[in-house]
């Protein structure tokens, strides 16, 4: 059995597995350490904080990995694959961390839940509290899409709007968990088991890719936890195999709201958050307020795998949108998508060579926001005659459209 415990980043000191939200020693981020023997030639199993009898599942992982049919063909690419976390039971990758974070809460006797979501971690923890049957209450912004709000409620969470941006729920959800003795399930690097589940998307990819590590991940981020657990994930394998090959990360935001793409732009050390943000990708539109330090240890991660951060606009990301809708088949929503429009930015300048091999992880489901769709009424036909008139009008349009860039 493997020698496990909690760690600060910061301090390095190490605690017993409780459930605790920061160091208490520094208030720096903890996370779950294994002391690792090498192989040994065993065969590698995940390694994560509880036994496989005590996770609260809804079948969540094990997601496609599709190779790219036509838009790696397009801008030129020798190897892309699309990592489909928007097929979890939920449709996101939150069901990932979730999952961990709720078990450990049931193991460690909580009654209640409660997290600040942009809305895909509302969806999970309202699904999975209705599994362990226990309580939850979900706190999102006003503005979060209406198909994430009653997708949570439908679960039979208690689900509550709070005004303003992401950040004023993550501090409100902080101190209701602390005052009403919920456990907070919040997926930034608050609760630190629930990077525990986003790492095994790196499991997962080493098994999917035959052990090849791909050259570089693209990953749509906020605070940057499932960049963070993707990474972890690869560092255990190593550490289990006692090799070194580490892949790129490259993280993605959108440019109204891009505190740690500016400070890796700007070469600063610290990220400095950002107090209004506006972007139509509400998954990724978390400002920090009040938790820099999370932006800060991303940062870190992404310069120690000799990645980058960059941010592209909502256009971008609406086009990336459509493209993979209509080249690849995969509908996805617009924080999803932010992570292809970061490729192809990284291709134009020059920040990614053409013959690596890349990984775009496709984080929620198109369904999830179907505002930000701009799409006609269809017409409203009852003969051939006109049938035939209106696939000839859009053939004609579909070839004006079809050009990706170069
Ligand atoms: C669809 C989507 N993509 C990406 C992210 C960002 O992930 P993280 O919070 O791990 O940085 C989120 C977070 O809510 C999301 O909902
Ligand atoms: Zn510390």
């Not at 694959?81 to 450990?104: A, H, L, Q």
């Not at 589940?197 to 990819?205: F, H, I, Q, S």
């Not at 993707?230 to 505190?259: D, L, V």
């Not at 179907?370 to 009008?393: R, W, Y």
Request: charged residues 20%.
């Amino acid at each position: 059995m493997n020698e496990i415990g909690l760690k600060c980043v910061s301090c390095q000191s190490e605690w017993p597995i409780e459930q605790h939200y920061e160091c208490p020693a520094c208030g720096g981020i903890l996370e779950v350490s294994y002391k690792v023997e090498g192989s040994g030639g065993k065969e590698f199993s995940p390694f994560l904080p509880l036994d496989k009898q005590e996770l609260i599942s809804l079948g969540e992982g094990m997601t496609s990995l599709i190779p790219s049919q036509r838009i790696a063909k397009e801008i030129g690419l020798e190897h892309l694959s699309f990592k489909c976390e928007f097929m979890n039971p939920t449709g996101s990758f939150k069901d990932r961390p979730v999952s961990i974070g709720i078990s450990m809460a049931k193991k460690f006797g909580y009654k209640r839940v409660i997290v600040a979501s942009s809305g895909n971690g509302a969806g999970s923890v309202s699904a999975y509290a209705a599994r362990a049957g226990m309580e939850a209450v979900i706190l999102v912004p006003e503005s979060t899409p209406i198909e994430k709000v009653r997708q949570a409620q439908f679960y039979g969470a208690s689900v509550i709007k709070v005004p303003g941006p992401y950040s004023h729920c993550f501090s409100l959800a902080k101190e209701t968990g602390e005052k009403l003795q919920m456990c907070n399930l919040t997926t930034t690097f608050l609760n630190p088991y629930t990077v525990e589940g986003d790492k095994t998307v790196a499991y997962e990819l080493i098994n999917q890719l035959e052990g090849k590590v791909p050259d570089i991940i693209f990953i749509p981020i906020g605070a940057g936890p499932l960049l963070a657990g993707i990474y972890k994930g690869y560092e255990e394998y190593n550490q289990f195999q006692s090799t070194n090959r580490m892949p790129r990360m490259a993280g993605i935001q959108a440019e109204g709201c891009n505190p740690i793409a500016r400070a890796f732009l700007e070469e600063r050390n610290e990220v400095q958050s950002v107090a209004h943000p506006h972007t139509l990708a509400g998954g990724i539109g978390d400002g920090l307020d009040g938790y820099a330090k999370d932006g800060t240890h991303t940062l870190t991660l992404i310069r120690q795998s000799k990645g980058f951060s960059l941010a592209v606009t909502d256009e971008e990301i609406l086009q990336a949108q459509s493209w993979l809708a209509q080249y690849e088949g995969l509908f996805v929503e617009p924080s999803a998508a932010a992570a292809l429009a970061g490729l192809i930015t990284s291709v134009k300048e020059g920040r990614m060579k053409k013959t690596e091999r890349a990984v775009v992880v496709l984080t929620g489901h198109g369904l999830k926001d179907m505002s930000c769709l701009k799409a006609k009424e269809p017409p409203v036909i009852s003969t051939v005659d006109e049938v035939a008139t209106f696939l000839k009008k859009k053939e004609d349009k579909k070839w004006q459209d079809s050009v990706l860039p170069k």
